[in-house]
C-alpha cells in the first residue's frame, strides 16, 4: 500500500509537528479541541522529501490530494470548480519551523472564468468576486511561475490613473474585469500559456511550488543559519477560504492572548470590518482594537474571547492567532506560540506560573537567555531608532545603546566626561593605557578588532556598551576625526552605538534606561534553584566584584591583575619593574607595588568573603605597559637614569612579532619568578588580613595562565607555594588557599591529565584557545571573519560562541584528562563564552563546575544553565 | 636467600649490560672468551639502587663482597690488605650508559702504611711502592670524600719549587716519604679521621662513595638531557691491579682496532713503556704509536693484535680498548665500541659489510644520522678552531661553518658577494625582502628568532650556514655594528659562524670544504633499499629541486610560491597587485604574474618529470611584501598613483598584531580568490607544457596551506577545481593533478575527518603546528625558551624535535582521523622536523607517507627512515 501523503485536519494533532508542519499541526489540534477551523487538509513534509527526489508528484500523491478533496468537499457541502457554488481553497507551506523564504499563501484557489460566476451569483457581489479573481491572478503568477510583481501592479496603477483614482477600492466592477483580462494576457506572454482553468491543474501547480520553494536559495540561507536541517522537508496545507470581506457582518484580525509588549494579561490585537486578512498587515486602512469587537459583534467576541483563553490554557503558552468573520460566524484560521519582548516573556512566563498554568522550570525554560541583555543595559528608543539611517556597522561587542560626543583618546574623553559630557571614546583599537577613558565613555567604537579583542572584553565587563571592528569607519586618531565613505565625524560630534546589533549612527538617538522588575527577581531565583553548574563573575575590582555579586554572581571566576597596575600612580611603579636591568632593581620597583596590589585583594575579598575568587597572576606581555609618548618616554628615562637611546633600546628588546604567543602568562613567572612572588605575597597577605578582621576564612585561588607543560606548572607551582608558605609563617597564621591554571593552550588541553597531578583546579580560557585552536588572532580576525560569513565559510563568530567541532572537543579531551588524574577536580571556565547560552549549555554537557563570565552576563549564564539542567532531566 | 648482589667477571657475560653495567659486562665477556683480562667482580646496578633508598650498604651486600674478594684472593694468589705481599685492586663505576660526571676511578686500592712495604719487598722498587700509595691516597681523598684536588697539588709544588724539580719524575723516596706523610695529615684536617687503614674500610667507602655519585648534580644533569632513566643505577667494578710501570718490561696504552678519524682498516694507538694508565691520557709524556710497540715487544705485541681483532670479530664493531702490560705479561683493562668521525663511522660501517662482519641493515643502524650534517657542510679546520674562544652562542640554525665580513643588510652583503668578498649577512632578524642577501652569503647571523624562524628556514634549505636568535649580540642595522658586552663588530670586521653549534667568533677561522665519499654513496643506496617511508625536499626553485634531486630526494614535499615573488623584477607587480583597491585592478596585475609563475613551475617540473612536486599556494601575510623604504613607498605611489598618504594608510591596513594567526593562508585565497585562480592557471598551464615537451605526464599536487574547517576547504578546492578544470579544457589537454591541503592548525586535526571528504592529501605542517599547539611564535620564542632550558623546564626545542608529547598527539589524531575517511589518503610532513632523525622515528610509527625536508637533510631524513624501518622489524 502507498504511504500515507495526506491527513484531512480532523486526522492530525499537534503532535505531528514534523509531518504536518506547525501550521498543519496547530489547525489539526484546533479541530480536534472543537474550535470552529475552516476545514481542510496537510500534504506532508515526507511528500515533499520524496517530491524533491525527483521534482514530481508522485500518482499516489495525486491521488490522495484527490481523495481528500472529495472529502473537503462534502465537508463544506461545495464542488471544487463548481460552476455555480464552488469551493475555493487557500494553499499555504508550513515547515516543522516557521521559515521566512518559503512561498508563503494562495488564496482563492479553484476560481475560473466559469467559476467566478458561480462567486457573483452566490454572494450577490460581483465586485467581490472579481477582485478576488484578479487577486488570485497575481498571487498564483507572482507566486507559483515568478511572474514579476511589479507587471501586474503596473496595470493596477495604469487604470487609476487613467480613471484619477486615488484608492483600489475604487474600482469598478468595469475596471476589475479589465483587469482580470489583463492579468490574464500577462500570464500568456510571461509564461506561453494559457492562465490554468482547471482547478485541480491550479491546485497540483501550487502544491509543486510549495515543495520547490524549499530549496530555494533564501529558504536555504536562512535554514543554514538557523541550523535547520535541510532535509525535514515542508507541508503544503489546503483549507477551504473563508471570507472577510463579504459585507459589514464579516471582519477579519489578529490577536495575541496576552499582551506581547507588556506581558499583561489582557487580549490584545485588531480587526478590520469587511477585510481579508491581509488588509489588516497591509496597512491601508487602520484597524480597530480588539476591545471595540465586543461593542460590534458581542457574539463574537465573546466566542473569540473565550475561545482566545481556551486557546492559552490548552497550549499553555501565549498565543498568536488569526481569526475571520463570515456573516457573522467566527473561524480561527492559525494558532502559534506569540512573539515577544523579552519584558513581556518575564511577566507572562512568571504570571503563569501564579496561574498554576506551567511549572517554574517551563518558566525558564521560555525566556531566551540573550533577551535578558535588552533588560540589563540602555536602549533606543524604538521610534527614535526608525528614523535613522545606519551610518555603519561593527561587531555587535556589548550590548546596549549609548549616544555622546565622539573623542579620540583616553585623556580627552575622560576630561570631557568630568564635565558632564555623554562620550563616546572611537579608537583604531584599545589598549590597557585607555582604561580610564573607556570607564569614563557610555559607548565605544573601535575599528580593528573582534568579539574578544580587549575594548569588547572590557566593556562587557563594565557593562558599556561597544561596537568593535567597525572595519568600515577609518579612524585617525592623531588628527581627531573618523571617516565612512564621504561621511567626516570630527572629535565633538554626536553618533550613537547599537552594541546589540553593532550598528553606528550619526547624531543622538535617544536612549532609555533599564529598570529591573520584580518578576526579573522571580525568574531569577528559579534559575539559582534548578542551575546545578556554578555561576561566577569575571571582576577585577571591587567596583566590579560589587556589580558581580547584585547580578548573582556565587564568586569571582577571573580576577585579572593586569588592569590594576594601569592607575596613574602605579603604572610609572610598574613601568620600571619592567625596565629594570637587575633582578635587584626588579625587586625594589616590586616593593613599591606590592602594597597597592594587596589593597586590590583586601578589597576584593572583604566584599566576596566565604566566595571562590580566583585570581590570576600577570598574563599579557610587559611591552603593554610600557609608554609610548616622547614625553613619557622622557621622563621615564630620567626617572630610571638611562639615556633616551637605552630606554627606547630596552623598549624595543620588548617588542614582539607576535605578542599573543610571545613571552607572556607563566612565561613571566619563569622569566622573572619574582613578580610572582610578590603576586602571591599581595595576595597571601591580603587573604590574612581580611580574615582577620571578618572572622571569615578567605580561601584564595591562585591561577596561572598560559600553562603548557606540567614541567612548567611544576616550576611556577613551587615560586608560589614557597612565597605563601614564607608568608603565612612569617605573620604566625593558617590560611587555605589553591594553586590550578588556566587550560588555554591546545597542548594543555592534550597533557591535562599530567598538569592536574600538580595543578589543584582548572578554568579553561577558551577565548586564547580558541585563538590558537583555530589559528585567529582575535585582534586581526575582524578583517578576514567577515569574508568568512559572507561566503558562509563560518555560521557564527567562534569568539561569541564556543566552537563545539573543533575547540569543543579540546575542551572535553581537556576535562576527561584533568579528572582522570583528580576526580574531583575544579573546571571552570573564564573565557567571554561563558555568557552565551548555547556555550554554556555545552560547558553543562562538559560537565564544568562553573562557567565565569562579565557580570552584566551573569543572569543571562544563570538562566542558560538552569535551562541546561532542567534538559537534562 | 639473599638477591645476589655481586659477580665475578667470570660469572657475567656480555648480555648482563643492564645488572653489570657496560664496563663490567664488557670485562666478563672478555673473561669468558678467554683473553688476559686481571680478575675480579662487579658489585650490579640492583644494589646501587637497593643502597640510594638509605644510603646503606646491607648486610647481605658486604658479606658477598667479603666472599668475592675471598676467591679473588685465590685467583690472584694474593691477600687483601697482606703486609708481605699485598692484594691491590682498582674501583671504578660503570653505569649501563657510559656517563660523564659520576665517579670515575681509583687505583691501587688495598694499600696502607704497613702493606706498601710488602709491594716494597715485592717489586724491589721502593719509589714505585710510594708513588703508589700517594697517588692512591690523593685519589682517595679527592674522589671518595671530595678534598679539595688542589690541597694535594700544593704540597707537590711546594717540594718541586723547594728542591728545583722540573717535574714528579723527579722526586726522591725521601720526598715521596713526606709526601706520603703530608698527604695523610691533610686527610685528616680535612675529614677529622685518620687515613684508613683497613683496606676492607677503604673498599666500602669507596663503594659507597660510588653509588653515591649516580646522584650528584653533573649526573643528573647529564641523565636528563641525554633521556637516561634515573632510577638505573650504577654497577661498581673491583678489579685486581696490574702495573705498566715496573719497569722496561711493562707499559701501557690504548688502541682502536680501526682508525677512528678516518674509518682505515688498520690498528690505531699509542702506548708507553714504564707508565700507569693515566700517564698515557695526561700528556706528560709522549706516547709511540701502536706500530712501534711490535719492535719493542714483538711477542706481545703480536698477542695484542691478534686479541683485537678477536674483540672486533667478536663484538662485530670497532673498538676502543685499554691494556697494560706488566713484566711482558699482556692484560686488557676495558673493551668499548670506539667513538669515530662521521666519516670514519661509514667506512668503517661500509668495510664491515663487505667483510661479511655485520649486514647492511646493521650497518644502517650504526652510523648517527645527524653526524652527516658534517659530511655534507664546510667544517671549520679543528685546529684553527681551537685557538678561538667563543664570543657568543645563538642557536644552532643550519649547520655548517662560514667565515666572512660582516655586512647588515642584504644589499651590502650582495655587492660585497658580487666582489668576490666572503660574507655573513648579520640581521636583528630576516625577511623576504633579503633573500638575495642571504643567498649572496655564506653565513647568516640573527639576534631574533628560533629554529624556525624565517632566516634558519632560508639557510637550511639552501645549505648556508646560519647561527639564529643569538640574543647576546645587539645588532644596530642601520648604524651597522654589532655588540657584545663591549665587543663592537663593525661593518667589514670578520667573523666565523658555527652553524652546527650555534658559536660565534671573532675573526676569520679556517674552514674545509665537504667531500663525499663512495663509502656515503653505497650507505645512501642500502638507506634507500631498507626504508620504506618517501623522503621528498622542500624545494623552491629549479636550482633547489636540482640540489634536492642529487641528494636522492624522491620528489618536492613543498614547493613556497612566496619566495618566487621577491625577485626585483616581480616585486613591484606583487606589490601593486597587493595595495589594488578594485578586484579588476588586482586581476590586471595578476596577469603580470602570470607569466613569470608559469616559469617558475615549467622550471621545476621539467627537473622532477614523474616525481610528486606539491606546490603551495601563496601563504605568508601580504605585508610581508610591502615596501618599508621611504623611497621605495614614494615611487610605488607615483607607479599607481596614490597619493603617499593614501598608500601609506593601505600599507597600515595590512598591519597585524599577530601575523602568524592572521590574514594568510588560504584565508588569502578566501578574500582573493583570484590570487588562488592565477596560481592555479599558473600552476596547470606549467604541468600541459612540460607534459607536451617531454612526454611524461606531469601530476602537480597543489596544496592549500593554513585550512582549519571543511567549508574553507571546500571553497578554496572549488575555486582551483574550477580554474584547473578550465585551463584543461582551454588547451584541450588531459592532465590529472591533485588538491589537497596542509594540516598545521591544531583543529585541522581534529577535524582531519571532515576535511579529507574533500582533500585529496594531506601534508602536516608541523613548525606552525607547533607554534599554535604550544602558543610559542617562533620569532620570539628564543628570548624565552632559554630561560626554559636553562631552568630544565624543556630539555629540547619543540621546533628542532618534535613534541611527542603534545603537538604528536595531534599528527596521530589527525593521520587515525583523516585516513578514516579515506584509507589510503597521501600524508606527508613538510615541517622542518622532516630532517630532524627522531621526529623521522615518530613519523614513521605515524605511518606518514613521506618526509620532507630541506634539501641537505635529505640523506639524514633517508637514514633515519631506514633505520625506523629496520628497527620496526
Not at 490554468?196 to 520547490?212: C, G, R, W, Y
Amino acid at each position: 500500500m502507498d504511504k500515507k501523503w495526506v491527513y484531512m485536519f480532523s486526522e492530525g494533532d499537534t503532535t505531528m509537528r514534523n509531518l504536518l508542519g506547525g501550521k498543519g499541526s496547530n489547525l489539526a489540534e484546533m479541530t480536534k479541541i472543537g474550535l470552529p477551523v475552516p476545514q481542510g487538509y496537510t500534504v506532508t513534509t515526507e511528500a515533499c522529501i520524496e517530491y524533491l527526489k525527483d521534482t514530481q508528484l508522485t500518482d499516489g500523491m495525486i491521488s490522495q490530494i484527490d481523495a481528500n478533496m472529495k472529502t473537503l468537499e462534502e465537508i463544506c457541502n461545495k464542488k471544487f470548480g463548481d460552476p455555480q457554488d464552488p469551493l475555493l481553497v487557500s494553499v499555504r507551506s508550513g515547515a516543522k519551523f516557521s521559515m521566512p523564504g518559503m512561498m508563503d499563501t494562495i488564496l482563492n484557489l479553484g476560481l475560473n472564468d466559469v467559476s467566478v460566476r458561480g462567486v457573483v451569483a452566490n454572494t450577490q457581489n460581483e465586485r467581490f468576486a472579481l477582485d478576488a479573481y484578479r487577486r488570485f491572478i497575481q498571487m498564483f503568477g507572482d507566486v507559483v511561475l515568478e511572474i514579476e510583481h511589479a507587471k501586474f501592479e503596473d496595470v493596477l496603477d495604469e487604470i487609476k490613473n487613467r480613471e484619477g483614482y486615488e484608492d483600489e477600492t475604487q474600482l469598478t466592477v468595469e475596471n476589475l474585469k479589465e483587469v482580470v483580462q489583463r492579468y490574464k494576457e500577462i500570464y500568456l506572454q510571461e509564461t506561453g500559456n494559457e492562465f490554468p482553468q482547471d482547478p485541480n491543474e491550479q491546485l497540483l501547480m501550487a502544491v509543486e511550488a510549495v515543495f520547490k520553494s524549499w530549496n530555494n536559495n533564501r529558504a536555504r540561507v536562512y535554514r543554514e543559519k538557523n541550523n535547520i536541517p535541510h532535509d525535514i522537508g515542508t507541508a503544503v496545507n489546503v483549507q477551504a477560504m473563508v471570507f472577510g470581506n463579504m459585507g459589514n457582518d464579516s471582519g477579519t484580525g489578529v490577536a495575541f492572548t496576552r499582551n506581547p509588549a507588556t506581558g499583561e494579561n489582557k487580549l490584545f490585537g485588531e480587526f478590520l470590518i469587511n477585510a481579508q486578512g491581509e488588509d489588516v498587515v497591509a496597512g491601508i486602512r487602520t484597524p480597530k482594537d480588539i476591545e471595540e469587537l465586543k461593542d460590534e459583534m458581542p457574539d463574537v467576541y465573546k466566542e473569540f474571547h473565550e475561545t482566545s483563553e481556551l486557546l492559552e490554557k490548552h497550549y499553555r503558552e501565549m498565543q498568536d492567532v488569526e481569526f475571520t468573520i463570515e456573516k457573522n460566524k467566527l473561524y480561527m484560521l492559525q494558532t502559534r506560540s506569540g512573539k515577544r519582548t523579552a519584558e513581556a516573556a518575564i511577566k507572562i512566563a512568571v504570571d503563569m506560573v501564579k496561574e498554576g498554568l506551567i511549572t517554574e522550570e517551563e518558566a525558564l525554560t521560555r525566556i531566551e537567555p540573550t533577551s535578558l541583555d535588552q533588560l540589563l543595559h540602555p536602549t533606543f528608543d524604538p521610534k527614535a531608532l526608525e528614523e535613522k539611517e545606519i551610518l555603519a556597522t561593527g561587531l555587535p561587542a556589548s550590548p546596549g545603546a549609548a549616544k555622546g560626543r565622539v573623542y579620540f583618546n583616553a585623556e580627552d574623553a575622560k576630561n570631557a566626561a568630568d564635565k558632564g559630557e555623554d562620550v563616546i571614546l572611537v579608537r583604531k583599537e584599545t589598549s590597557p593605557e585607555d582604561i580610564e577613558g573607556m570607564y569614563a565613555a557610555k559607548g565605544i567604537l573601535t575599528s580593528t578588532g573582534g568579539m574578544t579583542s580587549h575594548a569588547a572584553v572590557v566593556a562587557r565587563g563594565a557593562g558599556i556598551c561597544c561596537v568593535a571592528g567597525c572595519e568600515d569607519a577609518k579612524v585617525f586618531e592623531d588628527k581627531k576625526y573618523f571617516q565612512v565613505g564621504d561621511i567626516v565625524i570630527k572629535e565633538g560630534d554626536d553618533i550613537s552605538l547599537h552594541g546589540t546589533t553593532g550598528d553606528v549612527f550619526q547624531g543622538s538617538i535617544k536612549t532609555q534606561d533599564p529598570v529591573l522588575s520584580e518578576d526579573f527577581g522571580e525568574l531569577m531565583k528559579w534559575a539559582v534553584k534548578y542551575k546545578t553548574m556554578g555561576v561566577y563573575a569575571n571582576a577585577d575590582t571591587p567596583h566590579d566584584a560589587a556589580t558581580a555579586l547584585e547580578f548573582g554572581a556565587e564568586g569571582i571566576g577571573l580576577c585579572r591583575t593586569e588592569h590594576m597596575f594601569f592607575d596613574e600612580d602605579r603604572i610609572s611603579s610598574m613601568r620600571r619593574m619592567i625596565l629594570s636591568q637587575t633582578v635587584e632593581q626588579r625587586e625594589n620597583y616590586l616593593a613599591e607595588l606590592l602594597p597597592m596590589q594587596r589593597e586590590d585583594f583586601v578589597g576584593i575579598f572583604e566584599i566576596m568573603l566565604h566566595r571562590p575568587v580566583t585570581v590570576r597572576l600577570l598574563d599579557p606581555p610587559l611591552h603593554e605597559f610600557l609608554p609610548t609618548k616622547a614625553s613619557d618616554i622622557e621622563q621615564l628615562a630620567a626617572d630610571m637614569g638611562y639615556t633616551i637611546d637605552q630606554l627606547e633600546s630596552y623598549i624595543r628588546d620588548l617588542e614582539e612579532f607576535n605578542p599573543m604567543l610571545g613571552h607572556r602568562g607563566c612565561r613571566l613567572a619563569v622569566t622573572y619568578p619574582e613578580i610572582a612572588v610578590m603576586q602571591t605575597r599581595a595576595i597571601i597577605e591580603a587573604a590574612i588580613e581580611v580574615t582577620k578582621k571578618t572572622g571569615v576564612d578567605i580561601v584564595p585561588e591562585i591561577m596561572i595562565p598560559l600553562i603548557s607543560m606540567k614541567p612548567e606548572m611544576d616550576y611556577v607551582y613551587n615560586v608560589i607555594k614557597e612565597t605563601a608558605e614564607k608568608v603565612i609563617s612569617e605573620k604566625q597564621a593558617t590560611l587555605n588557599y589553591h594553586i590550578g591554571t588556566m587550560i588555554e593552550i591546545p597542548r594543555a588541553t592534550l597533557v591535562a591529565d599530567k598538569i592536574a597531578e600538580t595543578a589543584e583546579f582548572f578554568s579553561f580560557g577558551t577565548n586564547d584557545l580558541t585563538q590558537m585552536t583555530y589559528g585567529f588572532s582575535r585582534d586581526d580576525a575582524a578583517k578576514y571573519i567577515e569574508d568568512y560569513t559572507e561566503k558562509e565559510i563560518l555560521t557564527s563568530d567562534p569568539f561569541a560562541s564556543i566552537d563545539q567541532e573543533g575547540v569543543g572537543q579540546l575542551v572535553r579531551i581537556g576535562v576527561e584528562r584533568g579528572r582522570k588524574t583528580k576526580p574531583n577536580l575544579k573546571v571552570g571556565v573564564c573565557g567571554e563564552h561563558g555568557g552565551d547560552p548555547a556555550s554554556v549549555q555545552f560547558f553543562y554537557d562538559c560537565d564544568l563546575t562553573y562557567v565565569s563570565c562579565s557580570p552584566f552576563r551573569v543572569p543571562l549564564a544563570a538562566l542558560a544553565a538552569a535551562q541546561a539542567a532542567i534538559n537534562d532531566k
